[in-house]
């Protein structure tokens, strides 16, 4: 009777176990609806040569204005289409008229009244910049109800499909373990052994969490085994246009070889120059700041030489007679000038000469300036650095000022024996910084060395870069791309469309308006911006040439 | 000690259901996904799908077959076969209505449904393009594939240049000429959405001085075109009509074999044939297959004659035109069964 009775608590205890699995259930299922969001939407795609339309519609009612969503994109390179001018007819029912409007570029509202319930195709005229086309959108049921969530589509169950089934077979091992803990009980088992046992009847409340959550890995994987491993993916058309995703035919090209060398950005013969004082003195005027444009000979400073005793007298003792004789030689002149028509034509001519050789002698020594030395830029160029301000004594040779043009500047560049045809051979040359490879310029080759750095082998290539802008600084490190004069006609896409996984290099392939693909490539050379694939994309595929990344972040979060 | 002992029953017990139920609710969730998943795809099938040839959408087979007509592999369509009742003619009208040779102009095409000349017909697009529009002279010995546009008006044109203009794209492209008057044949070889592949015969006569007219009699199955040399070898050694004919492309240049995989791909393919009855005007357009790195046609002659064939491929972002007459023998039905078991690829 008392065990009949223990019997019964069991059982109530143990029917307590399906209220709870309900509520776990309930909790459960929400998970997984959220992971593998179900589409909301249908589809209706049409493609020609130029235009990619896919029209989004949900579940339509007929005889109410049913609200759809119409995507205008480039067919080759899914850029959306703007402003196109867009008429709609159905096929099945010349009667509906369907309004279209923009409402971000390439996407647009399109609504219409169907009558009835039928599958209906829309004939959709288009024209805008890429030109006119002619497309049907097939397809497009009323009345068709999106899968629902929840409802229990599956009519064929496997037994371990039906929660109840499960449950009865839990309630099953459940009462085969009371029956075996009452066995146990009989033969009088120590505490030791039900403390175990109660520690194996509770364990299992977070086993079960884990080997649930094992369970969506499972399925997801078995998700992807469904997709024949084939590295396809879903990025809504939405999507798409944030992102800016676009794709580029995949054609056969041509390929310019090209080689790199790297080089050092150094100023053109001509295009620095260095003032230096030709005797120490100290500075009395500074004209130019750091930075300052210079032109030819525009005077930089002015210097007052430093002299010892015996010199500066012997300066002022010549600009005192350069000065006498000059005065002296005036009054001459003046006084034979007031007398002429007495005095002879000889000593007129020779007063005269006099006088205009001191003034020239007194002009001069004025303009040496005596002590003074002015300092002239050599060159057109911008002032570089200088730390010396007025009154600043400096030491005669020292260098004062550098003045640099980068309006020309030679690239320096090594090269090795192999690549010197290559280089000689080149059709065109260009450069581009190390650290910013955006900022790139045309260069010419100046000259290949005629001779070979014993310590390393190499050659000394000069090549010039019209600089106009001073984009490349001196002693800045750069890449001179050398592009080969035969090009071969390879499948190369843009280095934008390539990114990495797991180590490898992949593109994305656009396979439908809305289903991408990964694929894995064997890439080639690349000239810097194009990249030769030799496996992995095939001619005429559309591969993704910019948002990339996005594409990447995508696929991984899928 | 019995509490404890019953605790730990129970608690057990709910634990196993739960575990053993949650586990079979999870992948009764799976299938779940897994079939709105397809449903949204709205392209699920019901029983066997049918296969056609994109060319000749009578063409019915299985998904291995090829079409006896081109040799293209039959690809999946289930509206092929199937007859939705229109008939489609292709409308022709030029600018002048009279054109003339070295003359500019415009030729325009409108596909049009019979019995119901307003409705619009849309066009699928089939090896790139929604037309492809072969021209030929009457004695085919002028050749031309090009592509009419599609314009806001609803026509597919293409515009002729005067002679002493420059084709803006290069020549084959959007652009015509004719250089000499005479009769031509236009063959419009296009696709309405939802109907079957479409062949129009337009007889076109051009004003102006004409060529003398070729008459072609002696079969050449090699051809020089632009320092390639292409050669076709029957299978059999000779043309046969009546019966599937396999026949090699052998493409060289400068006496060095090229493999055709190399080629460029040219509206989609690595080369086209059209075939032209001297006759009969019996057209054919076929599709090599690479074997062996050489081309691979395939195809059926109906009846015995001189054709004249043009095979176009492209290489360096050129299109070649290689032409060829070919002389077709009567052909004995008989042994056509055995040939075609040998060739079942």
């Known amino acids: ?558 | 000690m019995k509490t404890i002992l019953n605790v730990a029953v129970v608690t057990a017990g709910i634990s196993t259901a739960l575990l053993l139920s949650s586990c079979g609710n999870e992948a009764k969730n799976e299938g779940k996904n897994n079939e709105s998943n397809e449903h949204s795809d709205s392209t699920a099938h019901s029983g066997e799908h049918t296969y056609a040839c994109p060319m000749h959408t009578e063409v019915i087979g299985k998904e291995t077959d090829k079409c006896p007509k081109c040799g293209m592999k039959l690809e999946h369509n289930d509206n092929a076969g199937k007859d939705n009742g229109k008939t489609y003619v292709m409308q022709f009208s030029s600018t002048p209505a009279q054109l003339e040779a070295g003359k500019e102009g415009m030729m325009s095409f409108t596909p049009k449904i019979k019995e119901n000349e307003n409705e619009q017909v849309p066009l699928d697009v089939h090896h790139e393009k929604k037309i492809h529009l072969i021209i030929v002279s009457n004695d085919l010995s002028y050749f031309e594939h090009i592509h009419p546009e599609f314009n806001s008006k609803g026509n597919y044109d293409i515009k002729i240049l005067a002679k002493d203009k420059d084709f803006t794209a290069g020549n084959g492209k959007n652009e015509t000429k004719f250089e000499h008057g005479g009769e031509y044949i236009a063959f419009a070889d296009y696709n309405p959405t939802g109907g079957n592949h479409q062949l129009e015969k337009i007889n076109l006569k051009v004003d102006g001085k004409t060529k003398p007219v070729v008459n072609y009699t002696k079969e050449n199955r090699v051809s020089n075109v632009d320092g390639y040399k292409v050669e076709l070898v029957p299978d059999d050694g000779v043309f046969l009509s009546g019966k599937g004919i396999h026949f090699d492309g052998k493409l060289s240049e400068n006496g060095k074999v090229i493999d055709a995989n190399t080629l460029e791909n040219y509206l989609g393919a690595k080369a086209h044939m059209v075939v032209i009855g001297a006759e009969d005007k019996s057209y054919l357009h076929v599709h090599p297959e690479i074997e062996n790195g050489n081309f691979h046609l395939h195809t059926t002659f109906d009846k015995p004659g001189i054709y004249r064939g043009w095979l176009q491929f492209q290489t360096n972002g050129k299109v070649h035109t290689a032409e060829f007459t070919l002389k077709v023998e009567e052909g004995k039905a008989d042994s056509s069964e055995k040939h075609s078991d040998e060739h079942k690829h």
């Open chain 1, 1 to 558: 009777m008392r065990s009949a009775v223990q019997f019964l608590i069991y059982f109530v205890f143990v029917l307590i176990g399906p209220i709870a699995f309900a509520g776990g259930d309930h909790d459960h299922s929400a998970q997984p609806k959220g992971l593998a969001q179900p589409k909301t939407y249908f589809t209706s795609v049409s493609n020609s040569d130029k235009y990619e339309l896919l029209l989004k519609y949900k579940h339509i009612e007929t005889n109410e204005d049913a609200a759809m969503q119409l995507f205008v994109s480039e067919f080759n390179t899914n850029k959306p289409v703007d402003k196109a001018d867009i008429k709609i007819i159905c096929a099945e029912d010349k009667n509906i008229k369907f309004s279209v409007k923009q409402t971000d570029p390439g996407v647009y509202d399109v609504s219409g009244t169907f009558p009835d319930k039928r599958v209906y195709s829309l004939q959709v005229t288009i024209n805008s910049a890429l030109g006119a086309d002619l497309m049907v959108l097939n397809g497009i049921e009323t009345e068709k109800e999106l899968p629902v969530e929840g409802e229990n589509a599956t009519e064929k169950k496997t037994f371990f499909e039906n929660p109840w089934v499960m449950f009865g077979g839990g309630f099953l091992l459940a009462l085969i373990l009371i029956f075996i803990i009452s066995k146990f009980k009989s033969k009088k088992v120590n505490s030791t052994f039900l403390i175990i046992l109660t520690l194996f009847g509770t364990t299992p409340l977070p086993t079960q969490q884990l080997y649930a959550h094992g369970g969506e890995d499972h399925g997801d994987s078995n998700k992807n085994a469904g997709n024949n491993f084939s590295n396809a993916f879903e990025v809504p058309k939405e999507t798409q246009f944030l992102f800016g995703v676009f794709t580029q035919r995949i054609l056969i090209g041509d390929f310019n070889e090209s080689t790199k060398l790297f080089g050092t950005v150094i100023p053109s013969s001509g295009g620095q120059a260095t003032v230096n004082a030709a005797q120490s003195g100290k500075i009395v005027s500074l004209n130019v700041t750091v930075g300052q444009q210079v032109k030819q000979g525009q005077q930089l400073a002015v210097i007052d030489q430093n002299l010892d005793a015996a010199s500066q007298v012997n300066i002022q003792a010549e600009k005192n007679n350069v000065d006498a004789e000059f005065e002296a030689a005036k009054k001459e002149y003046e006084r034979i000038k007031t007398i002429q028509d007495i005095a002879s034509k000889k000593d007129l001519s020779e007063a005269e000469a006099r006088y205009q050789k001191a003034a020239e002698n007194k002009k001069l020594y004025n303009s040496s300036g005596g002590t003074r030395i002015v300092l002239r830029s050599p060159i057109d160029g911008v002032v570089g650095n200088f730390t010396f301000s007025i009154g600043s004594t400096i030491n005669s040779n020292e260098p004062i000022f550098t003045i640099v043009n980068l309006s020309k500047v030679y690239v320096e560049a090594q090269v090795f024996d192999k690549d010197a045809d290559k280089v000689n051979n080149g059709v065109k040359y260009s450069v581009e910084c190390i650290n910013d490879n955006h900022k790139t310029a045309d260069v010419k080759l100046l000259a290949l060395a005629q001779s070979i750095n014993p310590t390393n082998q190499s050659q000394r290539v000069l090549f010039e870069i019209e600089n106009k802008d001073g984009k490349f600084k001196i002693g800045e490190f750069v890449n001179v791309m050398v592009f080969a004069s035969g090009s071969k006609r390879q499948i190369a896409v843009p280095n934008s469309a390539i990114s990495e996984l797991n180590g490898k290099p992949i593109v994305f392939i656009k396979d439908a308006a809305e289903h991408y693909s990964l694929s894995y490539i064997s890439a080639g050379e690349s000239n810097g911006s194009y990249t030769v694939i030799n496996k992995g994309v095939e001619e005429d595929e559309r591969v993704v040439i910019n948002g990339t990344y996005q594409m990447k972040m995508i696929y991984l979060n899928q």
